[in-house]
């Protein structure tokens, strides 16, 4: 999974996993899996050369060192730009400012929160959302599938107050990503 918001793209090693078990889930193989996928969805995204942060599992990522710290190393040996273990109190700004196309989160409220903080805004009068953004891409896939970033919100079917925004970039996502995997084939053959 990969969460997409402007600037702002996130991959997840763990997604809907009770956080007590998240560290034993942590194996070199899933990181290094992650990794080559996020590099494959940069490079479809137009990114040349991928600048990838890891986020820190634990704080300011003192205790990264028996799986994130090798997997890094073996990346940037291989001439790949991974760096990391990045605290998660900072990780997502400098993605934010353009320090990294991507960071890759540990766990799923890691890598949701900061993506949804800023896709989804609210009324400060009304209390009531005015605006959901974000895209959802699902890598690894040998198509192309993407879909919002939140849920169906049957509660307000028919009401017309859904906002299409997330909709919108999903398709132009997927009409991107699609494009890509088309010039690919093309070049192949």
């Known amino acids: 999974m990969m969460l997409v918001h402007e600037r702002l793209r996130v991959s997840h090693v763990t997604t809907h996993t009770a956080l007590s078990n ?3 889930s942590l194996t070199t193989e899933r990181l290094t899996r992650v990794l080559n996928l996020t590099m ?13 942060a890891v986020a820190a599992l634990n704080p300011h990522g003192g205790e990264d060192t028996d799986v994130s710290l090798p997997v890094i190393e073996t990346f940037r040996k291989a001439g790949h730009d991974v760096r990391g273990p990045v605290s998660g109190d900072t990780v997502f700004v400098k993605a934010i ?6 960071v890759v989160a540990m766990y799923h409220d890691q890598g949701h929160i900061p993506v949804k903080l800023i896709g989804f805004r609210v009324d400060p009068d009304t209390g009531r ?15 192309v599938r993407t879909s919002v970033d939140h849920g169906n919100a049957f509660d307000i079917a028919g009401k017309d107050i ?9 398709i132009e996502l997927t009409d991107h990503q699609a494009g890509a995997r088309r010039s690919e084939q093309a070049t192949r053959t």
């Open 22 to 24: 998240v560290p034993a």
């Open 40 to 52: 494959d969805a940069l490079v479809a995204l137009d990114v040349d050369a991928p600048r990838i």
């Open 97 to 102: 400012a353009g320090e990294f196309d991507a």
């Open 129 to 143: 959302w005015i605006d959901l953004s974000g895209v959802n891409m699902t890598l690894g896939l040998p198509f």
């Open 162 to 170: 859904a906002s299409a925004q997330s909709m919108i970039e999903a």
